[in-house]
């Protein structure tokens, strides 16, 4: 299967490993949606990707929004959901709930009224695949947030994959990739993360949004793939 006349939503898709996989589907001959919460975000990422490309704003946090956007998208072939704010790494003692839900509202659940307010105008064969984080598999002290995010969103994908069959469900879940989630670090802190980390690789490097993007490519054609967790980590998950 290849992407040539399909329609493509990525929700999260102006920067970051959205921006790579809107630019990857493009070139597989897809025509694209992306959205961001901000008017910004949408009007530099439609300067770079190619012409024809469609943007939006849209906060997932708010379901009336969800279900407006996708109202006005219509009929389109795959879900790609990808949004989410900087990470959240606080020990639990020094982690604020509101900071946390709000965490969780875009990411979680701004990813389940995507997919409650989208599948209905997915075309036969087409997919959703939403985005987790290798966390849940091995947290480290300071990711509870994190990693609980991890392990719902790998849950509420096997969930999704039953409930909407013939509809394949399948999550990405990424490890430590170049991107800006990262961008509360001060540059230094960042590059000395990125350095020790790329050191404790097997592959020797850290990952780019490019290397991450060939996952949800692979889960867009992939026909026989549903309740799939793709893991994409340089091998960090074995070390």
Known sequence: MDLQGQRVVVVGGTSGIGLAVAAGAARGGARVVVASRWQGN???ALKVLPEGTEGG???AGDEEAVRGFFAAVGAFDHLVYTAGDSLLLESVAATDLAAARSFLDTRLWGAYAAVKHGVGSIRP?????????TAGRRPLPGSSVVSALCGAMESLTRALAVELAPLRVNVVSPGMVRTELWRELPEADREGLFRSSAESLPVGRVGEPADVAEAYLYLMRG???????VVVDGGGTLV
Do not use: E, F, P
Request: aromatic fraction near 4%; glycine fraction near 22%.
């Open 57 to 59: 704003v849209l906060d």
């Open 223 to 229: 026909g026989y793939s549903t309740g799939s967790v």
């Open 125 to 133: 064969g087409g997919s959703v695949v939403l985005t987790t984080g």
């Open 42 to 44: 949408v009007d530099a």
